[in-house]
């Protein structure tokens, strides 16, 4: 099992910034990857970042490329997200995910953290 807890969430006005962390334990020599997801009310989840656990792979949602940067810190075991320039648009609440190699190297993400809020007023 792989546990997950993100920290960093809050209020931030339009424009702003704020950094997300996403601090892992348990067997987390299985992960391949982390994917940061949100999820705002109404609306479908949807995965807005993604970095493979070498650090050697990104991958962005379009709508966040430019403003937003996932990173590692594999002593830390711990991943970030990085956003800037904050719009109304991105309130959600953020959750990550650790994806592990299933069948056919196919990426399963089972293991969630509790989500933190993201509010952006504009």
């Known amino acids: 099992q792989v546990q997950l807890v993100e920290s960093g969430g809050g209020l931030v006005q339009a424009g702003g910034s704020l950094r997300l962390s996403c601090a892992a334990s348990?067997?987390?020599?299985?992960?391949?990857?982390i994917r940061w997801f949100r999820q705002a009310p109404g609306k479908e989840r949807e995965a807005v970042a993604t970095?493979?656990?070498?650090?050697?792979?990104?991958d962005y949602a379009d709508s966040v490329k430019g403003r937003f940067t996932i990173s590692r810190d594999r002593a830390k075991n711990t991943a970030y997200l990085q956003m800037n320039s904050l719009k109304a648009e991105d309130t959600a609440i953020y959750y990550c995910?650790?994806?592990?190699?299933?069948?056919?190297?196919?990426?399963?993400?089972?293991?969630w953290g509790q989500g933190t809020q993201v509010t952006v007023s504009s």
């Open positions: 995910a650790a994806g592990s190699l299933g069948a056919w190297s196919s990426i399963r993400y089972d293991y």
């Open positions: 348990g067997r987390t020599s299985s992960v391949y990857s």
């Open positions: 970095i493979t656990w070498g650090g050697d792979s990104t």
